[in-house]
C-alpha cells in the first residue's frame, strides 16, 4: 500500500488541521516535538506522510503530486492559481479577501479612476480589477506590512486580507469593498484522486462528519 501525503500550511492552519484529523483517529506524534528538525513525518500504521510547507508553496506540490492532499488558505488557491480539486472548506482561518483604504479613496473607486494598488496579493488583485471592476489600475505588488503603502503615498488603496480590521482602523483605514470570503480548504491531487479514491473520500467522508 502507497503512502498518501499531506502538505499543511505552516503555522495555525497545520496546527489546526491536525486537531481536526485527530478528531477522525489520525495521529501524528512526531509533529508535535516543537524542537525536531524533521521535513516529513510518518505514520505507519496508516501509511500516511506529512510534511510542513510555505503556504504559497502548497499548491504546487498539490498539483504536481508531491503531495496527494494539500490544506492551504482559499486566498493562496486564488492567488496560485494551479491546478486541482478543492474539495471541502475545513471552516477555521476564516478572513475577508478586501480592498483598504483611506475613507477619501472610496470615490476614487466608485469613479473608477486610475489608481495604485499595493498588494501581497497581485493576482487576486488583477482579477478583480480588471474582470470584475473593469477598473485600470496599476497593481504594486509588496511583501511586507501593506498597510504602510497608502499612508506613505505609495498607493491610494490596498488588496489584503482582514481579519477583524483593527490593524486598519489603527492606521486610520478601513474597507471599502470585499472581494472573496476565505477560509483553509482541503485540496487534492486529480491523479490521486483517481489513483487512491477510496482512501482519499473516506477521509474526506469523515471530516465532514466532524466540522
Same mark, same amino acid.
Given at each position: 500500500?502507497?503512502?498518501?501525503?499531506?502538505?499543511?500550511?505552516?503555522?495555525?492552519?497545520?496546527?489546526?488541521?491536525?486537531? @481536526?484529523?485527530?478528531?477522525?483517529?489520525?495521529?501524528?506524534?512526531?509533529?508535535?516535538?516543537?524542537?525536531?528538525?524533521? @521535513?516529513?513525518?510518518?505514520?505507519?500504521? @496508516?501509511?500516511?506522510?506529512?510534511?510542513?510547507?510555505?503556504?504559497?508553496?502548497?499548491?504546487?506540490?498539490?498539483?504536481?503530486?508531491?503531495?496527494?492532499?494539500?490544506?492551504? %488558505?482559499?486566498?493562496?488557491?486564488?492567488?496560485?492559481?494551479?491546478?486541482?480539486?478543492?474539495?471541502?472548506?475545513?471552516?477555521?482561518?476564516?478572513?475577508?479577501?478586501?480592498?483598504? %483604504? #483611506?475613507?477619501?479613496?472610496?470615490?476614487?473607486?466608485?469613479?473608477?479612476?486610475?489608481?495604485?494598488?499595493?498588494?501581497?496579493? #497581485?493576482?487576486?488583485?488583477?482579477?478583480?480589477?480588471?474582470?470584475?471592476?473593469?477598473?485600470?489600475?496599476?497593481?504594486?505588488?509588496?511583501?511586507?506590512?501593506?498597510?504602510?503603502? #497608502?499612508?506613505?503615498?505609495?498607493?491610494?488603496?490596498?488588496?489584503?486580507?482582514?481579519?477583524? %480590521?483593527?490593524?486598519?482602523?489603527?492606521?486610520?483605514?478601513?474597507?471599502?469593498?470585499?472581494?472573496?470570503?476565505?477560509?483553509?480548504?482541503?485540496?487534492?491531487?486529480?491523479?490521486?484522486?483517481?489513483?487512491?479514491?477510496?482512501?482519499?473520500?473516506?477521509?474526506?467522508?469523515?471530516?465532514?462528519?466532524?466540522?
Amino acid at each position: 500500500m502507497r503512502y498518501i501525503t499531506f502538505a499543511l500550511a505552516k503555522g495555525r492552519l497545520a496546527k489546526k488541521t491536525m486537531e @481536526l484529523l485527530e478528531k477522525i483517529g489520525i495521529f501524528c506524534e512526531e509533529m508535535k516535538d516543537e524542537k525536531t528538525r524533521k @521535513l516529513i513525518f510518518v505514520n505507519e500504521e @496508516l501509511k500516511l506522510k506529512f510534511f510542513l510547507a510555505k503556504a504559497t508553496d502548497v499548491p504546487t506540490y498539490v498539483e504536481y503530486g508531491a503531495a496527494d492532499i494539500g490544506v492551504v %488558505g482559499k486566498d493562496t488557491i486564488l492567488e496560485e492559481g494551479r491546478h486541482f480539486y478543492e474539495v471541502m472548506d475545513l471552516g477555521f482561518g476564516k478572513c475577508r479577501m478586501c480592498v483598504c %483604504g #483611506p475613507e477619501s479613496a472610496k470615490e476614487l473607486l466608485e469613479r473608477n479612476e486610475l489608481i495604485r494598488v499595493g498588494s501581497k496579493y #497581485p493576482e487576486i488583485a488583477k482579477d478583480y480589477f480588471y474582470h470584475k471592476k473593469h477598473q485600470t489600475v496599476e497593481i504594486i505588488k509588496l511583501n511586507g506590512s501593506v498597510e504602510l503603502a #497608502p499612508i506613505v503615498g505609495l498607493s491610494e488603496v490596498i488588496v489584503d486580507i482582514v481579519e477583524t %480590521g483593527s490593524t486598519l482602523r489603527e492606521n486610520g483605514l478601513q474597507v471599502l469593498e470585499e472581494i472573496v470570503e476565505c477560509s483553509a480548504r482541503m485540496v487534492v491531487n486529480e491523479v490521486s484522486m483517481k489513483m487512491e479514491q477510496e482512501r482519499i473520500m473516506d477521509i474526506i467522508t469523515r471530516l465532514k462528519e466532524v466540522i
